[in-house]
């Protein structure tokens, strides 16, 4: 979908077209609970998160100003209720979840828990690009969008939050051709 078309989508749910909103809701569902996931760290909870997110964006769509930055928006409240559910549940975010571990002898999870706790390592905005990109598959196109950045920005970022996970790995021993080997 182009901005442009998106922008009438905001503009027809912000006159109480529920079709469009259900339509926005279908576009940024999943890339906002991978965004809470990054934060969040359990998938349960990314879901309620991202039901809270939309509730709220229904609530006060019509607020928003600038139609063309929807997603920005959207992102905003998706971080501020995650935040809020971390404070409320008291929850610090943990490591990764082994729903991402990929099966296999326990030298296979322990380097999978060292992967887990490298990414869980990254500053909040490094770990969201990584967790959009690399566990829910987001393209650098999609991440640019719902993160209102550069393609440039996603591509540099992301380039940077790699280079700190393979310093991570490899101050816990864990190095590159370690990780071919295994994959062989």
């Given at each position: 979908?182009?901005?442009?078309?998106e922008?009438?989508?905001v503009?027809?749910?912000q006159?109480g077209?529920?079709?469009?909103?259900?339509?926005?809701?279908e576009?940024?569902?999943?890339?906002?609970?991978?965004?809470?996931?990054?934060?969040?760290a359990?998938r349960?909870?990314?879901e309620?998160?991202?039901?809270?997110v939309?509730?709220?964006?229904?609530?006060?769509?019509?607020?928003?100003?600038?139609?063309?930055?929807?997603?920005?928006?959207?992102?905003g409240?998706?971080?501020?209720?995650?935040?809020?559910?971390?404070?409320?549940?008291?929850?610090?975010?943990a490591?990764?979840?082994?729903?991402?571990?990929v099966?296999?002898?326990?030298?296979?999870?322990?380097?999978?828990e060292?992967?887990?706790?490298?990414?869980?390592?990254?500053r909040?905005?490094?770990?969201e690009?990584?967790?959009?990109?690399?566990?829910d598959?987001?393209?650098?196109?999609?991440?640019?969008?719902?993160?209102?950045l550069?393609?440039?920005?996603?591509n540099?970022r992301?380039?940077?939050?790699?280079?700190k996970?393979?310093?991570?790995?490899?101050?816990?021993?864990?190095?590159?051709?370690?990780?071919e080997?295994?994959?062989?």
């Amino acid at each position: 979908m182009d901005s442009n078309s998106e922008t009438q989508l905001v503009e027809a749910a912000q006159n109480g077209h529920l079709e469009s909103f259900g339509a926005l809701y279908e576009r940024y569902h999943s890339p906002m609970v991978a965004l809470a996931y990054s934060m969040l760290a359990d998938r349960d909870l990314a879901e309620d998160a991202a039901q809270e997110v939309f509730a709220a964006a229904c609530r006060d769509i019509g607020s928003l100003k600038s139609k063309d930055r929807f997603a920005a928006w959207l992102a905003g409240i998706c971080r501020n209720i995650s935040r809020q559910m971390l404070r409320a549940n008291r929850l610090k975010p943990a490591a990764l979840s082994d729903e991402h571990v990929v099966p296999g002898h326990a030298e296979s999870r322990d380097r999978g828990e060292t992967v887990r706790r490298a990414v869980w390592s990254l500053r909040e905005a490094e770990r969201e690009l990584i967790v959009l990109r690399y566990f829910d598959g987001f393209s650098q196109a999609q991440i640019s969008q719902v993160l209102e950045l550069s393609p440039q920005a996603v591509n540099g970022r992301l380039v940077r939050a790699k280079r700190k996970i393979a310093e991570y790995l490899k101050r816990n021993g864990i190095t590159g051709d370690d990780h071919e080997t295994s994959r062989q």
